[in-house]
């Protein structure tokens, strides 16, 4: 079960937006975020491999204090389905 539903706190889209750029320029630091569209695989775009991706997980989790279950990570491709799953609309 994801526990998305689960959290009490509200995240917007725009945190929700920072938080995966953050995460991201922790671990390719010179990613350059802007030329890439919403809807790119980042995994691909930015070659990041599986333990590259956990990392990003990781700070996404911490910086939110909620966890994401394994089982939602194939649903977490582009910046916007970061953002979609981290702020979904009520």
């Known amino acids: 079960m994801s526990t998305t539903s ?3 706190a509200t ?3 725009d945190r929700a937006r920072e938080v995966v750029r953050d ?5 390719v630091p010179d990613a ?3 030329a890439i569209a919403d809807d790119v695989d ?3 775009e ?3 491999d599986s333990l590259d991706f956990l990392g990003m997980v990781e700070q996404v989790c911490t ?3 909620r966890r994401i279950d394994e089982e939602d990570y194939g649903r977490l491709r582009s910046m916007q389905d970061w953002v979609d799953f981290l702020s979904p609309r009520q």
Do not use: F, G, Y
């Not at 995460?23 to 671990?27: G, H, K, N």
């Open 6 to 8: 689960d959290h009490t």
């Open 11 to 13: 995240i917007t889209p």
């Open 23 to 27: 995460s991201i320029l922790r671990i």
């Open 32 to 34: 350059d975020l802007s």
């Open 42 to 44: 980042l995994r691909e």
């Open 46 to 48: 930015l070659e990041l």
């Open 63 to 65: 910086a939110i204090d």
